[in-house]
């Protein structure tokens, strides 16, 4: 039986014509390769901006569900194209959006999961040599909804059609040549990993590192889906293969140092200590839709019998935090609030720290040599993050990428947006 | 019960956001009126020529069913946007592709007829009260296929609408406003025309009235949905309505006058007058999918025992048609084969000739009278055409108004871009 490859696109590599007519070459030289292949692709690039602000001249709040009728629109265009551009090389290509499919997710707007994908129009198309396009990031309710998957859409889109169709490996085409060390631009010599687990790719997505929306490599691990990332420009190289840790080799205890700009602590100071009050204060919390990253409680004081509550949210909820916390202030009795959004997560991830103690140890110390103090600590099993001073964020990633000896020979070549560190 | 009001703006008018809102009060206006209302609308403005163009740069010979995959794009975004902008007023608006409604097509892509429209969605969404905005030009096969309906579509998708739903009328807004005797920028004295049959409708969009699509008045007439043609722009006149004859009131016999300039002639020599010649002349024609419209057979010669065939075809199709006729010369054992693109053809129409004699006199006395020569000549129970020069479109367009008395005492305001005469 031929393999099946599912290929993904995203908006910069398909944001022009000539850029679809690169597409289409790789596509077909997969299919050249003897495996079927389906492809999908999502909005050409700024389609979505221009969509979203005719939207809002219209309406300062538009529906979610007409939204996502607009939206889906964007790779509609982009599916129809690339197919157009691979039957003009002489292959035989068809393009299908969501609701041709039957890519059913749950009916919510704007971010909706994937329940499941109907795959016999899909066999169909590959069992008559077709190549098929898909679109991503949308989806359709068993009502004939139109949906959107909301961020890390298309990617997810890609592993969830690769998991319903068996496929051998899902391959994310991508401005980047694969996950690094670190970023790039801030350590010139990161160097690009051949190989990382889903669980350590979880840990460096969530830690600052955008290459992948972590969501997407949940439902890879999820369905042992073999994912590779690479570039869409530079196909000389594999770009970083992500699978299972058994199936991999582990040679170093540290894969990789990420930093996240984006977090603004909140210490909710002097809260009396009694049962419940943390879970009060977080099921609040959640009931506003904030996501909670680090918290630390410490132990209470003996003379005054408080604890200082301290946490760690996304900068964008500052002011619904402090909402949903002075709201809560009388019952909780607590003292004053405290936000910083002047620091910096900076994090070390790696399957191999697992069996290797003073991992730890080494990165508090290397911290240390370089005078930055650290706020607060959170440790998972292949991962440790610290708080920093934003100011100290450069200086941390660089001195932990030389101590764990990640840099490579050659300086990384770097293109695309990446978010500054 | 509620009457529904089937409405219709094309892509002009909703080339941008703001005429997009004009549209939405237009709509919202007639809610208001106590109706429950379904839009139509067409692609904005110059979407669809972009689109095609972006095709082209990839494939010279894009496939019909993935420029239908594209073009069906650009109803997905302005119906999400007018459903928008319907909200941003406070008004319950929805809206829907054909895939959504099941607006079902024969299996044809970039020309499909339609078959069947489910109203169950439709329906259910009107007695909820709201406001339904469907997307024209596309349609859905049984299996799923998105088709769409090729020239006129959309207002034929809002002419079927309206007679699935078995609406009060169907409005079509446009950017004129409304049937005129004769095209206002030959005579600026053309006058409006408050009612018009469907019979003399077609005869004037088939005439060379560009106003409807000749398939949307054919569609009106045979479902028996009344059509109003308006100006989305102008709203302060009702425009013209078209319907049945057996409802209006006939007050002139000459209803319009139009002129065709995209027609070519084509004169056949001597053919030899044995049975069958004709049949076999335009069998092949028809079989090229070339459209014939007015055909004249000349008395056979005595001496020679030969016709002249002579007939009209749309210019487009000279190229196809010459090579038809010469591939068919040996059979025919016909003579020389003459092309004559700098022609017109004059139409007068009005449903009012049927019962008067001398209507057809007084045309062809006007044109004498002017010094033009008729070189063909055809004629319906309600329209007469003459074949005259290109140079002599404009003066019999005016003297043939001026003769049937269609002027009216104001000069008409025209814009929008009408073809030239």
Same mark, same amino acid.
């Given at each position: 039986?031929?393999?099946?490859?599912?290929?993904?696109?995203?908006?910069?590599?398909?944001?022009?014509?000539?850029?679809?007519?690169?597409?289409?070459?790789?596509?077909?030289?997969?299919?050249?390769?003897?495996?079927?292949?389906?492809?999908?692709?999502?909005?050409?690039?700024?389609?979505?901006?221009?969509?979203?602000?005719?939207?809002?001249?219209?309406?300062?709040?538009?529906?979610?569900?007409?939204?996502?009728?607009?939206?889906?629109?964007?790779?509609?265009?982009?599916?129809?194209?690339?197919?157009?551009?691979?039957?003009?090389?002489?292959?035989?290509?068809?393009?299908?959006?969501?609701?041709?499919?039957?890519?059913?997710?749950?009916?919510?707007?704007?971010?909706?999961?994937?329940?499941?994908?109907?795959?016999?129009?899909?066999?169909?198309?590959?069992?008559?040599?077709?190549?098929?396009?898909?679109?991503?990031?949308?989806?359709?309710?068993?009502?004939?909804?139109?949906?959107?998957?909301?961020?890390?859409?298309?990617?997810?889109?890609?592993?969830?059609?690769?998991?319903?169709?068996?496929?051998?490996?899902?391959?994310?085409?991508?401005?980047?040549?694969?996950?690094?060390?670190?970023?790039?631009?801030?350590?010139?010599?990161?160097?690009?990993?051949?190989?990382?687990?889903?669980?350590?790719?979880?840990?460096?997505?969530?830690?600052?590192?955008?290459?992948?929306?972590?969501?997407?490599?949940?439902?890879?691990?999820?369905?042992?889906?073999?994912?590779?990332?690479?570039?869409?420009?530079?196909?000389?190289?594999?770009?970083?293969?992500?699978?299972? #840790? *058994? +199936?991999?080799?582990?040679? @170093?205890? %540290?894969?990789?140092?990420?930093?996240?700009?984006?977090?603004?602590?909140?210490? =909710?100071?002097?809260?009396?200590?009694?049962?419940?009050?943390?879970?009060?204060?977080?099921?609040?919390?959640?009931?506003?839709?904030?996501?909670?990253?680090?918290?630390?409680?410490?132990?209470?004081?003996?003379?005054?019998?408080?604890?200082?509550?301290?946490?760690?949210?996304?900068?964008?909820?500052?002011?619904?935090?402090?909402?949903?916390?002075?709201?809560?202030?009388?019952?909780?009795?607590?003292?004053?609030?405290?936000?910083?959004?002047?620091?910096?997560?900076?994090?070390?991830?790696?399957?191999?720290?697992?069996?290797?103690?003073?991992?730890?140890?080494?990165?508090?110390?290397?911290?240390?040599?370089?005078?930055?103090?650290?706020?607060?600590?959170?440790?998972?099993?292949?991962?440790?993050?610290?708080? #920093? *001073? +934003?100011?100290?964020?450069? @200086?941390? %990633?660089?001195?932990?990428?030389?101590?764990?000896?990640?840099?490579?020979?050659? =300086?990384?070549?770097?293109?695309?947006?990446?978010?500054?560190?």
């Amino acid at each position: 039986m031929r393999k099946i490859i599912v290929q993904k696109f995203g908006g910069t590599s398909v944001a022009d014509t000539e850029k679809i007519k690169n597409v289409a070459k790789i596509v077909i030289n997969e299919k050249n390769n003897g495996n079927d292949v389906v492809v999908v692709v999502s909005a050409m690039g700024h389609t979505t901006d221009y969509l979203v602000k005719m939207a809002k001249d219209l309406n300062n709040n538009p529906s979610n569900r007409e939204m996502d009728m607009l939206l889906s629109t964007g790779e509609g265009v982009s599916i129809a194209l690339l197919a157009m551009a691979i039957q003009a090389q002489g292959y035989d290509a068809v393009s299908f959006n969501a609701m041709q499919i039957g890519i059913v997710t749950e009916n919510v707007h704007s971010k909706a999961r994937i329940i499941d994908i109907k795959t016999d129009k899909l066999r169909k198309n590959l069992n008559e040599g077709k190549i098929i396009v898909v679109a991503g990031f949308q989806g359709v309710t068993e009502d004939g909804e139109i949906t959107t998957l909301g961020r890390g859409g298309s990617d997810t889109s890609a592993v969830a059609l690769a998991a319903a169709l068996n496929a051998e490996r899902c391959d994310i085409y991508t401005d980047v040549e694969g996950v690094y060390t670190t970023d790039p631009r801030v350590v010139p010599t990161a160097s690009r990993l051949d190989e990382i687990s889903y669980e350590e790719m979880l840990e460096l997505a969530h830690a600052g590192a955008n290459v992948l929306h972590p969501r997407s490599v949940e439902t890879a691990k999820q369905f042992n889906v073999p994912l590779r990332v690479r570039s869409s420009f530079k196909t000389d190289n594999l770009g970083t293969l992500i699978l299972g #840790v *058994d +199936k991999m080799e582990i040679y @170093k205890p %540290v894969a990789g140092v990420a930093a996240d700009l984006s977090q603004a602590r909140f210490v =909710v100071c002097d809260v009396p200590d009694v049962p419940g009050q943390a879970a009060k204060l977080f099921s609040n919390l959640a009931k506003q839709n904030i996501s909670v990253d680090m918290i630390i409680q410490s132990y209470a004081r003996k003379v005054s019998n408080t604890n200082d509550i301290a946490f760690t949210i996304d900068s964008s909820d500052i002011d619904k935090t402090l909402e949903t916390l002075n709201a809560l202030k009388p019952e909780l009795k607590c003292g004053e609030i405290q936000v910083n959004s002047e620091i910096a997560k900076v994090s070390i991830v790696g399957a191999g720290m697992i069996d290797r103690p003073g991992i730890a140890s080494t990165m508090f110390e290397t911290l240390a040599e370089q005078g930055i103090n650290i706020k607060m600590i959170s440790t998972s099993e292949i991962k440790i993050s610290c708080l #920093v *001073d +934003k100011t100290d964020a450069q @200086k941390a %990633v660089k001195a932990l990428h030389d101590v764990f000896d990640l840099s490579c020979d050659e =300086v990384a070549e770097v293109k695309g947006d990446l978010p500054d560190v």
